[in-house]
């Protein structure tokens, strides 16, 4: 991030360099039927990543600086709370981002999704809206929004198709958040028939990679997994206990693809329908507890602890959309728990939790 932790430049010192069109440049269907064209951002412009530190912001980044972006800023939470709807609004005022990523959220596993719903329901509210209503009030031009699967109802037929959305009842593990996120959907829905923004959401799978929570407590189950598994092998211990039957599936997609998908919506997508993002295939919870035992070398038994909550027995998406629009994911999922466990090694001792 070059200048994003300094002042931030002054947008008029330099000239504007549009980019040139993208080869693919023609004209797209979305997933409502709205033709659009595919349209470059500007690397010049000043690009907004709210969550600039967490699991998916920090990719981000990444990928906006590999892509030549030069402008890319973030705020940590200490240095500005998003829940502050003033000092939110201040910032947009000083800083007058052209493109925002809306990474910022609180973020949590089953237990803690399903341990503290006032905070996850509260919090991601009050965060969404004050980016939301900030972004509009700058006349921020394009921003993307960040929901999660969770929004599709408990028993979606699978894989689950973007229009599954509001068709039932939710997970009750995570339906606080859920409904937060649904709303932010809506919110940038509102904003695209209000104010004609071209502002759009995606909906990811379950992701990981470097800058992962952890925690043992309030981590998702991949981190969760890596941590535990890595610590029994050092300690020589002869069994571990995960959480729930292990029969649940998840999809899992590296922090990376999903940052490379983020920056693909933004420039190949402009409609109202959340786009989900992922890889099209799921494991049991057992599966994944297996290779990442065998990724860090963990020789002794697994135990599961049924007292602890399942969660939704599946939730793949359907990526066939995102598929339409030229993009895939590309790190398979063995290949990227090897990256995230030399980076949780590289890291252990400065981890949070
Ligand atoms: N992880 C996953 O499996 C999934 C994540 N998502 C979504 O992706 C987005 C990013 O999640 P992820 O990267 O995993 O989460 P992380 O917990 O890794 O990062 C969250 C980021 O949000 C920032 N943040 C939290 N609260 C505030 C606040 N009050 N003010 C300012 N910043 C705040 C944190 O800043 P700081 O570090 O400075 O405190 C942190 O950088 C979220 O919208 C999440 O719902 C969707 C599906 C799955
Ligand atoms: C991304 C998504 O993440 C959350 O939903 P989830 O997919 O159910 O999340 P999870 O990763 O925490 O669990 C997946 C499965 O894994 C099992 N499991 C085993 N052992 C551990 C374990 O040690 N930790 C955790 N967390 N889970 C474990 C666990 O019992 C469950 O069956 C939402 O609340 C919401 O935040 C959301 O949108």
Redesign the pocket.
Known sequence: MASGLSPVPDASAGAVVEPSPPADAVPTTAIDGVEYTPAPLDRTATFYV??????????IVRRLEAAGFENVV???????????RDATFAYFAGTKPRFVV???????GILANSTYPVDFLS??I???TNVIDAALAHDVERLL??????IYPKFAPQPIREDSLLTGHLEPTNDA?AIA?IAGILHIQAARRQHGKAWISA??????GP???FSPQGS?V?PALIRRYDEAARSGASSVTNWGTGTPRREFLH?DD?ADACLHLLEHYDGPSQVNVGTGTDVTIREIAATIGSVVGYQGATEWDTSKPDGTPQKLLDVSYLASLGWTAQIPLEEGLRRTYEWYLENAASLRG
Do not use: W
């Not at 973030?74 to 502050?84: Q, V």
């Not at 809306?102 to 949590?108: D, E, M, T």
């Not at 929004?145 to 969770?150: A, N, R, W």
């Not at 909906?203 to 990981?208: A, E, I, K, R």
């Open positions: 709210a969550g600039h530190r967490g699991l998916v912001g920090s990719a973030g705020r940590t939470s200490a240095e500005l709370d998003l829940k502050d809306l990474a910022a959220a609180k973020v949590g919090d991601n009050r965060i969404q929004f960040l929901g999660s699967s969770c958040y996120k909906m990811p799978t379950n992701l990981y800058r992962d929570n998702h991949l922090s999903m």
